[in-house]
């Protein structure tokens, strides 16, 4: 099931599709998108069926003209993965359902064009090509028997013309495959310079397999333990227990540093002294040694200890000439690649050695500068000098570039154990043949071998047309071509019946035309069958669909076929089925009908689509019983056209309707108006009240005329719904001015008489604004 339609760019009428945005967005079981005509719902349509066959050439030949927007469609599904269409092709197709499409597109290339079915109409209704006037399997075999023997002499004589020129080891057949190769003669070259080299890998097999990989360089980091280390703290005891102890070792030694008498301390097992056995108890010393080496500063100064020798350890001349050495060694083996196995690789680029190990060594004085600032002072926090944290930053950003090197490298590394492994089994035979290959594509497209080929093939053909009218295997297709009519076409004449039609479709059995079956189509009507051919369509004298069937009758009969593929298709309960404007064109005793059988589909199928221009008929299809049904308003008032997840408008009233008619008729026939251009003239101001009032019903006092509401859209607020019909401001501006010429007090007490072709223009722009959309 499809979620939504996340991202819609630079197609159709579509510079940018916006979605309602959150769940309110997501599209549901059943869901009817209503959108007045030319407003993007074909476009859609064409995305859908363009996501379902993965043709890209539905949605590049909709590319919004004039735009230099790049096309792209997401499609969120409801698992949570995205499909894509981007750089003119589809991505992640492999979980998508089959979309099923009831389109203009859909009746021209399935039933109806005009008043007759053609061929290739056929071919999809039935899964056959099926002619008309056939003539018999025998007719067409005596007639190949007729040109067999002469064309048989022509196919030898071209044959063997052919076979002059055809290289060892290749057929007529497969010497035809061989496509042609851009720049041949250069790949060519460069084939035969493949081969060399091959040959010299070969020769240097062992040196290549014992050559090492390359070593991935060492990055330092910042000891973890750093910030713990200058952001600690002792307090005043540990401090004063510690100056006590010096004071002491001064006074009664020779330099004896704290770690002698921690050795004593750590091995005492009563109140003597353990280095002189002299009693202590009692004595203020004993309490400052338990104090200070039982205390937070001795873990203060262990941690610091760890953290120097992890920055020795990473940032020290050792590490720096480690790092020195691999970087210097990468140059060298690709060096060896290129001279000795012939195969050149591109190191990432991380800038000069030295000005690397430059800022390492920046950090590394950093750090431990500030350590031993620490060291110096440990009972308060020790912050990083503005040069430290900087130099450590900078060793950061550096750090970051060797890791990205890191993984390029790995990557080359994986290719350089490629070839170590296929070194020893190395296989020129491979590209002997393809040097061999190229050489007869070459020659197969050569200006004589292209026209030994035409004269082959002309032969060959006129051969081929006699033995294909011979084959007796059409028995078994003709079967075949029987039962698919019988399967489909029952349950299109089923549907028939419940659209109330007086038609139904019947077969007149299975011909041959082109050694191919052949399924000929009719109509039964009141009795009588009634040809589907061209040439009965053409001759006005005979009984054909150009002059039984109406419009409507054809349009049922099309969608009774659709809704047939619908039902009997096997994958129909995972199947998406798209509805546009399915009753456009049907007789209204047909409506409920087709929303009953639109529900059904709903209910066998996985989701389905309604778009329509039709707000009765939107409305109806959205009351399915059972169905969780949401509603949607293609709202093109701006360059940026939203889909917005809304419920549909209510159906405008009959004034409405009769202002909106009689301008659309004068359009259409201004000769038929000319005692009415002033009445014709006040209704543009009366329907874009009547219009705005029906579109934003909340936004209007009672008494607010066309240039009130006017003033209001410019005043309005961004973001709300009136400020989305500010691009149409100044076109109704200019309306209402022309418009006040015709009512008392507008200019005079008199109104002007109208101009019967400056009225029919600002109609015209009238009725645009009005198609343009809005918000309710």
């Not at 360059?639 to 009689?662: G, I, M």
Request: include cysteine; aromatic fraction near 6%.
């Amino acid at each position: 099931m499809i979620k939504r339609i996340n991202v819609l760019k630079g197609i159709g009428r579509f510079t940018l599709l916006n979605s309602t945005s959150g769940h309110q967005g997501d599209f549901s079981k059943l869901n009817v998108i209503y959108a007045n005509n030319a407003c993007g719902k074909s476009t859609l349509c064409d995305v859908f069926r363009s996501l379902d066959t993965g043709n890209p050439t539905y949605i590049i030949g909709r590319k919004r003209l004039g735009s230099n927007v790049q096309q792209e469609v997401v499609v969120l599904m409801d698992g949570g993965q995205s499909t894509r269409f981007q750089n003119s092709q589809w991505h992640g197709r492999d979980h998508c359902p089959p979309v099923l499409v009831y389109d203009d597109r859909f009746i021209a290339e399935n039933v109806f064009i005009g008043h007759h079915i053609s061929v290739d109409q056929r071919r999809n209704l039935y899964g056959l090509v099926i002619g008309d006037q056939a003539i018999t399997l025998k007719q067409a075999v005596d007639a190949a028997e007729q040109q067999l023997s002469s064309a048989t002499t022509a196919l030898n004589t071209a044959q063997a013309n052919l076979n002059r020129l055809i290289p060892v080891g290749y057929t007529i057949e497969s010497f035809r495959r061989l496509a042609a190769v851009d720049d041949v003669d250069a790949k060519i070259i460069k084939a035969t310079s493949e081969l060399r080299l091959a040959e010299q890998t070969k020769t240097k097999a062992d040196a290549i397999q014992a050559r090492r990989s390359l070593a991935t360089l060492p990055i330092a980091e910042v000891p973890e333990s750093l910030n713990r280390v200058l952001n600690s703290t002792l307090d005043t005891a540990s401090l004063a227990a510690e100056e006590k102890i010096r004071k002491h070792l001064a006074a009664t030694s020779h330099g004896l540093p704290l770690s002698w008498v921690k050795q004593g301390f750590d091995s005492q097992i009563s109140t003597a002294c353990p280095h002189c056995g002299q009693e202590m108890l009692g004595l203020d010393i004993l309490d400052s040694y338990r104090l200070f080496f039982s205390g937070e500063l001795q873990a203060q100064e262990q941690l610091r200890e760890l953290t120097q020798s992890a920055l020795q350890s990473a940032f020290g001349e050792v590490a720096q000439n480690q790092l020195r050495q691999i970087v210097i060694s990468h140059a060298t083996e690709q060096d060896w690649w290129k001279d000795a196995a012939g195969y050149e690789f591109s190191l990432p680029h991380i800038g000069d050695i030295e000005t690397i190990i430059s800022v390492l060594q920046g950090a590394y004085q950093g750090i431990d500068s500030a350590l031993k600032r620490k060291q110096a002072n440990p009972a308060s926090e020790t912050s990083l000098t503005v040069e430290e944290s900087a130099a450590i930053t900078s060793w950061r950003e550096k750090a970051a570039e060797l890791s990205a090197y890191n993984v390029a490298l790995n990557a080359i590394c994986g290719e350089l154990q490629m070839r170590k492994a296929s070194a020893g089994v190395t296989d020129i035979v491979p590209l002997q043949l393809r040097i061999s290959e190229l050489t007869a594509c070459k020659k197969r497209h050569a200006q004589d071998t292209i026209d030994a080929y035409v004269a082959f093939d002309t032969a060959a053909s006129q051969k081929s047309t006699a033995q294909r009218e011979k084959q007796d295997a059409n028995d078994a297709l003709r079967e075949q071509s029987n039962e698919l009519f019988q399967r489909y076409g029952s349950r299109i004449n089923e549907l028939l019946t419940l659209f109330g039609t007086d038609f139904q479709i019947v077969s007149e059995g299975v011909t041959f035309r082109g050694g191919f079956p052949s399924g000929q189509l009719a109509i039964e009507l009141c009795g009588t069958r009634v040809s589907a051919s061209p040439e009965a369509a053409s001759d006005p004298s005979q009984p054909s669909l150009a002059n039984t069937l109406s419009g409507g009758d054809r349009s049922a009969l099309t969608l009774a076929y659709f809704l047939a593929k619908v039902e009997m298709a096997a994958n129909v309960a995972r199947s998406i089925v798209v509805f546009d404007d399915p009753y456009h064109n049907q007789d209204r005793s047909r409506r409920q009908c087709t929303i009953e059988r639109i529900h059904n589909v709903t209910g066998i199928a996985n989701q389905c689509f309604v778009f329509s221009h039709d707000l009765e008929f939107a409305r109806a299809v959205e009351k399915c019983p059972g169905t969780t049904t949401k509603t949607f308003i293609i709202n093109p008032l701006n360059d940026s056209v939203t889909l917005e997840a809304r419920s549909l408008p209510l159906l405008p009233n009959q004034a409405y309707l009769r202002n909106y008619h009689l301008l659309h008729n004068y359009l259409e026939n201004p000769a038929s108006y000319l005692q009415r251009l002033k009445e014709v003239a006040d209704t543009i101001r009366v329907i874009l009240e009547e219009y705005l009032r029906l579109k934003f019903p909340k936004a209007w006092a009672e008494n607010d005329w066309l240039g009130e509401m006017i003033g209001k859209i410019r005043e309005a607020q961004a973001g709300t719904p009136l400020s989305l019909c500010q691009p149409l401001t100044e076109e109704l501006g200019y309306i209402n001015t022309y418009s006040q010429r015709f009512h008392h007090g507008g200019i005079g007490e008199m109104a002007d008489v109208p101009d019967s072709i400056e009225l029919r223009t600002y109609v015209d722009r009238t009725l645009k604004v009005i198609h343009a959309g809005g918000h309710g």
